[in-house]
């Protein structure tokens, strides 16, 4: 009996392995809201990192984080580093381009609780006196992210991340 059971543990082991292993390597996530407001408008909230507190889904998680800024105020080379609890854990985000009232694409690099990385692109497109924003987070996963995706919905997860994040950013840019 005990046999049979080893069996069938090491089975279903073996087949999650092989589930995991047969997932892509490369993720996107993409989310979009229209914001009532002109792209410049939206742009300066996303292009200027010191601006991300008043919106970003991870910023109210722990409010004891140390966050810091290197470089220039906005744009290209703008960095912001963070270190908080075990939620939020520790990192640096870094625009890498900076299209002005079009384009922003951040590399996020991961230290603690795991190490990793993942690209932020924001895109903006005139609408009027509107502005479609969207946001995709992409990359490539290793095996054990790739576990942790599928055991906890961790693209899902991101979505729901990018959802709150746009909806919180089209509240300050439409309240402003």
Known sequence: ?????LFIL???????????????????????VTIAA???????????????????PWAKI???????????????GAAMTWNGNDEVGEGKMTVVES?????????VSFTRPFEGG???????????????VAWSMHGTHSF??????????GLGMMGKDIDKGLSQLKSVVEQA
């Open 38 to 56: 002109p792209a410049d408008k939206v742009f300066e909230n996303v292009n200027n990192l010191r601006k991300w507190e008043a919106w970003s």
């Open 62 to 76: 722990d409010p004891d984080a140390k966050i810091a800024f290197e470089g220039p105020d906005a744009g290209k």
């Open 144 to 153: 054990m992210e790739k576990a942790f995706c599928v055991v906890f919905n």
């Open 118 to 132: 993942t690209n932020s692109d924001f895109s903006f497109t005139p609408k009027g006196d509107q502005t479609d």
């Open 1 to 5: 009996m005990f046999k049979k059971i």
């Open 99 to 107: 299209d002005p009232n079009k384009a922003v694409n951040i590399k």
């Open 10 to 32: 090491l089975a279903l082991i073996s087949a999650f392995v092989i589930y995991v292993v047969l997932q892509p390597d490369a993720y996107k996530v993409e989310r979009s």
